[in-house]
């Protein structure tokens, strides 16, 4: 087998048309202007609020890119496509922003049908939540901070959070089907990270079911997953996470200038890369005791987990190591490990075009954020268009 590279184009985009790479070549050229996303996001917002959002122009552009369908049965011909090519999907519904009890019980029974979609599937290795679908984020917050005592009224809501969580996680327990449970904003993880813990101590005994996800763009993080693993090893369970930097920086960064506290977030991109490499090596360190996703589209760390398995004689496709990127980003890493044999998923947002719309917005802007991702994707589209045209 030919060694690993990220440069290969053809690997990268052989499941595209020309007609897709034109469509994608569009797209990222549109969101390389910060000025035209932030004009084109609150023309969307304007639009989705009167009424008027052009579905149809949506549907065609950034939802094809970045999402499988508007339903779990839409997503069945992009969960193929992957699969062709040795991509597992991880169904994600993508619906944010919901207040009332009955959108979180509406939410959690569409999670377990993600659940359910994904027993017996190999195509689909995980499924995954977000607790703020199935909780209010107020209640999150004010159950962050111990000091805080809840009503007898939200002391009664978060049990039922807590159920919608147990729920979830026993029906992926049943069907043998891992769920991440997703990070989120600072001021409502720790919430998030005692329900994690409580899940795993119930349903990782044999196997790893449940998954936390650590964002290491705090500074903190890397201690809280060591100690995350020490409690485990306490606990006699085994630890589930998924490793990503984050997504929430600028939010982080404003909110604790404003509120007068520390930022949690790295000081330097460097010391943030480092720490993410870290978490690697300590995961392939304790393997036994440890399963993990890398949730990145960062080159330099896809290539140093690859290189950590195999100094430690990992196959390729050991179980417990799987590597992820989101849908319509970073093709070039997904298709490139697959073809090498390691464990690969992508996140496969889908749920109606209105109630994505936030997430599509924030995937616009991030392109826009991270400094070279645009670009990247462009030149890799623009390499492979003139491949293909024989230049």
Known sequence: MSELSFENTEIAF???????????????????????????TKLTLFAKKIGLLPKGIIKKTIFKQFCGGESIKECDARI???????????????VEGKTSSEDFERTCQEIIDTVEKANNQSEIPFSVFKVTGIARFELLEKANDPTNELTPE??????EVHERVDRICRRAHETGTPVFIDAEDSWIQDTIDRLADAMMARYNKDRVIVYNTIQLYRHDRLD???????KAVQGNYKLGVKLVRGAYMEKERERAQ??????????????????Y?????YSVEHINEIS????????????????????????????RIYFAQLLGMSDHISYNLAHQNYNVAKYVPYGPIKEVLPYLLRRAQENTSVAGQTGRELSLIIKERKRRKGN
């Open 14 to 40: 052989k499941s595209k048309s020309d007609k897709d790479l034109k469509r994608a070549y569009r797209l990222f050229k549109m969101v390389g202007k910060p000025g035209l996303v932030r004009f084109g």
């Open 80 to 94: 193929k496509e992957l699969s062709d090519y040795g991509i597992g999907t991880i169904l994600d519904y993508s």
């Open 154 to 159: 939200e002391r009664k809501e978060f049990a």
């Open 224 to 230: 809280f997953f060591k100690k995350s693993h020490q």
């Open 258 to 275: 404003e509120k007068g506290y520390p930022s949690p977030i790295h000081k330097s991109k460097a010391d943030c890369d480092q720490d």
């Open 277 to 281: 490499d870290l978490a690697l090596a």
């Open 292 to 319: 993990i996703c890398a949730g990145t589209h960062n080159e330099n760390s896809s290539i140093k987990l690859t290189q950590l398995m195999k100094d430690s004689g990992l196959s390729n496709d050991d179980s």
